[in-house]
């Protein structure tokens, strides 16, 4: 098995207080993420000795888990004391993505029932190294047939793991032979796409999707602050796909991805083909707000000789 990064062959990954071997990381087949994709996660990411908005993913995660009727969920400092123990045991300061999973834990015998949950959550805290998803020079998208959940049936503001909206838009995605699925609302409205928030620039003005069907993303929401504060107009609104392919720019917004241009949509050229100047701006101020406004981790860089420190 070939790893997209070497490093990532001997991680240690965090399971409820113990810390294990990739190769013996494992949950049991009574869990509920197992049994029925009952579980709650985040993505955070790890910028030179810094979380970016640690708190807020945090907090993010604990409502999630709150409005699925979760027992015994771990406080903020717990999941801090996890998070920190697993980066310090794998050396991991920078170019980190941690998966941030809380399940609804063991059940006492298969089935779907939470009653059956009588053992409280399970915590699972995986590092690896590794750098955004897509690629910074740009990517290629198609509108996905599949609809965004919409609150009347599975709210996208719940950061479940039950992900198979998702995959069967970037199933198509993958058929289609691009990088992702813008998917639409039950009104035929823009979403976001398989994994990320989406944006447009008109005119040099910014605009989003409302989040009335897609996860109001924490990167999302610090692009519309940075956005008020450099000046720049932004607008929350319902979008078509005509507004998507007469765009003079699009990028789209995640942790996974962070600020990623967007060059076509469905065939169609966006703006000259290139990434455009409001979405290098918003790149740069990204970087910069992530980093500055990120939580210190607690112990120093592993790799620098010590006389650096």
Not at 2 to 9: A, E, F, G, V, Y
Not at 40 to 64: C, D, M, P
Not at 187 to 203: A, C, P, R, Y
Request: glycine share 6%; net charge neutral; proline share 5%.
């Amino acid at each position: 098995m070939k790893l997209p990064d070497p490093r990532n062959t001997n991680i240690l990954i965090y399971i409820n207080g113990v810390l294990l071997p990739r190769e013996e990381a494992k949950i049991s087949v009574f869990d509920s993420a197992v049994q029925g994709g009952d579980a709650v996660w985040e993505g955070l990411r790890v910028y030179k000795g810094r979380i970016a908005a640690f708190t807020n993913h945090l907090k993010r995660l604990q409502n999630s888990a709150k409005t699925l009727a979760f027992k015994s969920i771990p406080s903020s400092d717990d999941i801090r004391k996890a998070i920190f123990l697993t980066l310090e045991a794998n050396g991991m300061w920078d170019e980190t993505h941690i998966r941030l999973t809380l399940t609804r834990g063991e059940k006492i015998t298969s089935g779907m029932n939470p009653k059956l949950n009588q053992l409280g959550c399970t915590l699972i805290v995986l590092a690896e190294w590794k750098p955004p998803v897509y690629s910074n020079s740009g990517i290629r998208v198609i509108t996905s047939s599949i609809r965004r959940n919409s609150p009347q049936h599975l709210d996208s503001k719940i950061h479940h793991n039950n992900l198979l909206n998702n995959i069967l838009a970037v199933i198509e995605a993958n058929t289609a032979n691009v990088d992702s699925a813008v998917m639409l609302d039950v009104n035929g409205f823009i979403s976001e796409t398989n994994d990320t928030n989406i944006f447009l620039v008109s005119d040099n003005q910014i605009l989003t999707p409302t989040t009335d069907s897609c996860l109001p993303g924490l990167t999302r929401q610090t692009i519309l602050e940075i956005a008020a504060k450099e000046g720049i107009i932004t607008h929350e609104k319902n979008l078509s796909n005509t507004d998507l392919y007469s765009a003079d720019e699009v990028f789209t917004s995640g942790t996974i991805g962070e600020i990623t241009p967007v060059l076509e949509a469905d065939g169609r050229k966006i703006g000259d083909g290139k990434a455009g100047s409001m979405t290098k701006r918003i790149q740069k101020l990204y970087s910069a707000h992530a980093y500055e406004n990120g939580e210190p981790i607690p112990f120093k860089n592993p790799l620098k000789r010590a006389d650096e420190n």
